[in-house]
């Protein structure tokens, strides 16, 4: 019963921000000899940025699952300027920048923490699916609290 009511609470609740910035220190396993990150390392660290909004509103992955709400990335990209390395200290903000009816697109910027200098940017586009993976409307607490 109770997790029946948390699921209920979340749904009540609407967006109270549109971005969240966190902190990353690239490890060495997410680097190449170089000590330069490895490319397929940012969409990891896109999806972090992703929990860490939803987290900044006051929810969690795991109770929208219980209340039976999925997201999958159906569409990802994004651009390189510089390296990133080993050890330093990064920022990486993460936008929400449009939700329709059935999708939430993202869009997030990499910064060396000391400098501010740009170093990646990306978008991804997800779906809101239902347990079997069908397309299922967004649930109302997606929407910002002003709409």
């Not at 609740?13 to 396993?29: A, E, F, G, L, S």
């Not at 992955?61 to 209340?67: G, I, M």
């Not at 300027?81 to 936008?95: G, H, I, K, N």
Request: charged share 20%.
């Amino acid at each position: 019963m109770t997790s029946l009511l948390s699921s209920w609470y979340i749904m009540m609740q609407k967006m109270k921000t549109d971005n969240h910035t966190i902190t990353i220190v690239p490890r060495y396993c997410e680097t190449d000899q170089a000590g330069v990150v490895h490319h397929t390392v940012y969409p990891v660290w896109f999806e972090m940025g992703r929990t860490e909004l939803l987290r900044a509103n006051g929810y969690a992955y795991r109770d929208l699952e219980k209340s039976g709400v999925y997201f999958v990335v159906v569409k990802l990209s994004a651009g390189y300027r510089r390296p990133a390395f080993y050890d330093e200290q990064l920022s990486l903000t993460t936008t929400c920048t449009a939700i329709s009816s059935a999708r939430v697109e993202h869009t997030y910027q990499l910064k060396r923490t000391e400098s501010g200098l740009l170093l990646a940017e990306g978008n991804t586009t997800l779906a809101c699916v239902n347990a079997k993976g069908k397309i299922q409307r967004m649930p109302e607490f997606m929407y910002p609290a002003d709409s």
